[in-house]
């Protein structure tokens, strides 16, 4: 019990039996699986960097249910202060790892249920709160890394949970026994969710009387009985198992590992269930979780945005650019791209607040805002970086050609760029800036936390634009005695 060290967590990943498919191949074990090994050590880095002296202040907490000192990754916010060290502590893990590393989805699952269980007891004399308190103190007590999974297929997207023609298109509760409930359905996209100890089961969009048993919270663990993942492709993904270089960041690879997780049929104790068709409280959960981790994309992003600026600034070193004007100026922009975003994230926080359980979540409009502008600045950092870099970046020859006793010496001297860097060390920047820019990165900075169109949505509910509409009125003298004119 306690906070865990990375090669705890390793540890404690070995004592679990989830059920895995990846490529047609059931894998039995993660942590030898080139496919997984990144992942794993990107939230392996979540732990250490929990205990490093460095980090410390920003990684760890203290458990206001138990005094004891925590990883923060299991804290529940409870001030200002709380808020602006996660966006701090996410910049400073991602310009570590360059990559997601996935324990902020479940972080913020847990402090948005924490709030919503509150909420519906005060309403309804229900129990959640109290049994999810109980389960918390066991996720601090014993460090356990929880993923958030809320998405779910959705079928038809015209259409509610209810009116689907595959009942199954969102997770829905199909029995209720005397000792829990059965739930049966998916959850897609689920970051980090084979490398967790446990899934965290939210509902993923408002609900009506109709959707009733769509309207399920709860907790199971990733070996349970029926629980089944089957893990997803990325870009240049069979690089993982054939080339080191060539991966561009081998340590943590790229994105947070995403799965679809299938539900069949799974049985689900009392004290694991936090929600049980309270339709009316699904639209809070969503948007509560929603802004916690929209409130996340101008810290990690801009972690990794500084990690790929470096590289970026290496690279037009390495080929004698790096003095050049126009370089410089194109750098400029990507600091100032990266740094709004930082912006965004900090000052959601600061304008955060209060809830009736006494947690703090960031502002809605200012969080929904941060992650509109991830959709588009991070697309523009990685364009700038790709100008920068030149065309190379998609034409560059495989690592085994360089290592090749034919035309390996051709390689070496014809990739070459200026003559103090090594013809290796350009490659590797290359590589990085391939990894970093290309493909499955970019589409999870597009659709992560949502798609443009969820963060349009909730600016629109956010803005006030009937307030905004009267200050127009007011100075326009619209509906007022007009001044009299001598
Ligand atoms: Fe955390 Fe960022 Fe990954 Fe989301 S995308 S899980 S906020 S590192």
Not at 300 to 310: M, N
Not at 378 to 385: D, F, N, S
């Amino acid at each position: 019990m306690g906070m865990m060290t990375s090669k705890d967590y390793r540890e404690s990943l070995k004592l679990l039996k989830p059920e895995i498919y990846y490529m047609g191949e059931k894998v039995e074990n993660i942590l030898d699986h080139p496919a997984f090994v990144p992942h794993v050590n990107a939230a392996a880095l979540t732990y250490d960097m929990a205990i490093a002296p460095e980090f410390e202040e920003l990684t760890s907490a203290t458990s206001h249910l138990t005094g004891q000192k925590i990883n923060r990754f299991t804290h529940i916010h409870h001030s200002h202060d709380d808020l602006v060290k996660k966006v701090k502590m996410l910049r400073a893990i991602g310009q570590q790892t360059g990559s997601c590393f996935q324990r902020c989805v479940g972080h913020d699952g847990l402090n948005a249920v924490y709030s919503v269980t509150y909420d519906i007891d005060q309403k309804k004399g229900t129990g959640y709160h109290k049994r999810f308190v109980k389960l918390l103190k066991e996720i601090q007590a014993r460090d356990l890394m929880i993923s958030g999974a809320m998405t779910d297929p959705k079928g038809d997207r015209s259409l509610p949970p209810s009116k689907q023609k595959d009942p199954d298109a969102y997770l829905h509760i199909v029995q209720r026994k005397t000792g829990g409930i059965v739930v049966r359905g998916a959850k897609a996209h689920i970051t980090g969710a084979v490398n967790s100890h446990g899934h965290l089961v939210m509902p993923t969009t408002s609900m009506t009387a109709d959707d009733a048993d769509y309207a399920v919270c709860c907790y199971v663990p990733v070996d349970a009985l029926g629980v089944i993942h089957v893990f997803g492709r990325q870009t240049n993904d069979t690089r993982k198992c054939d080339c080191m270089l060539d991966q561009g960041n081998v340590e943590y690879g790229i994105v947070g590992g995403e799965a679809l997780i299938v539900f069949d049929n799974v049985f689900v104790p009392w004290e694991h269930v936090f929600m049980c068709g309270e339709y009316e409280f699904a639209y809070q959960l969503v948007e509560r979780f929603a802004t916690a981790h929209r409130q996340n994309y101008g810290g990690c992003k801009t972690g990794l945005a500084d990690a790929l600026i470096g590289a970026t600034y290496l690279l037009a070193e390495a080929q004698g650019t790096g003095g050049a004007t126009h370089i410089r100026e194109k750098l400029v922009d990507m600091v100032h791209l990266a740094e709004t975003l930082y912006c965004c994230s900090i000052a959601c926080s600061c304008q955060g607040y209060a809830l009736p359980a006494d947690s703090y979540m960031a502002d809605p409009l200012l969080a929904n805002v941060t992650k509109l502008n991830v959709t588009r600045n991070v697309y523009e950092i990685a364009r700038l970086a790709q100008d920068i870099a030149g065309g190379i970046l998609a034409t560059l020859p495989a690592e085994t050609d360089w290592k090749d006793p034919r035309v390996g010496k051709y390689v070496d001297k014809y990739m070459k760029g200026a003559a103090d860097v090594s013809t290796e060390t350009r490659m590797r920047l290359i590589r990085l800036l391939e990894a970093m820019t290309c493909g499955t990165a970019l589409v999870e900075s597009m659709h992560g936390a949502g798609s443009p169109q969820a963060q349009r949505i909730m600016i629109w509910r956010q803005a006030n634009l009937e307030h905004k509409k009267r200050l127009a009125q007011k100075l326009a003298k619209i509906g007022e005695q007009p001044f009299l004119v001598c």
